[in-house]
């Protein structure tokens, strides 16, 4: 459970950072690439069902510092795992 939630942390703090990292470097000209984000639409779907209209789709943005974030801590992860909760 302890490595799960080592993984979930880290790649949730990576989306996170790399998505910080990606708006600061915008207006920077040699690193603006970083902010690339290709969209990610799901067509939406509507049903009306009489009593209520429900509607679902999903539009995201997930930009290259995100990923290359995510990746290093797939690797990172693993090695602070033992780290925590360790008594001295």
């Given at each position: 459970?302890?490595?799960?939630?080592?993984?979930?942390?880290?790649?949730?703090?990576?989306?996170?950072?790399?998505?910080?990292?990606?708006?600061?470097?915008?207006?920077?000209?040699?690193?603006?690439?970083?902010?690339?984000?290709?969209?990610?639409?799901l067509?939406?779907?509507?049903?009306?069902?009489?009593?209520?209209?429900?509607?679902?789709?999903?539009?995201?943005?997930?930009?290259?510092?995100?990923?290359?974030?995510?990746?290093?801590?797939?690797f990172?992860?693993?090695?602070?795992?033992?780290?925590?909760?360790?008594?001295?």
């Open positions: 459970m302890k490595k799960f939630l080592v993984y979930l942390c880290s790649i949730v703090v990576a989306v996170i950072l790399g998505g910080v990292i990606g708006n600061l470097c915008v207006g920077i000209a040699p690193l603006s690439w970083l902010d690339y984000a290709p969209p990610l639409h067509k939406t779907h509507e049903w009306n069902l009489y009593v209520a209209d429900l509607t679902f789709g999903i539009q995201s943005k997930f930009n290259i510092a995100q990923l290359l974030l995510t990746i290093i801590a797939c990172v992860a693993p090695k602070i795992e033992p780290l925590i909760g360790k008594k001295k």
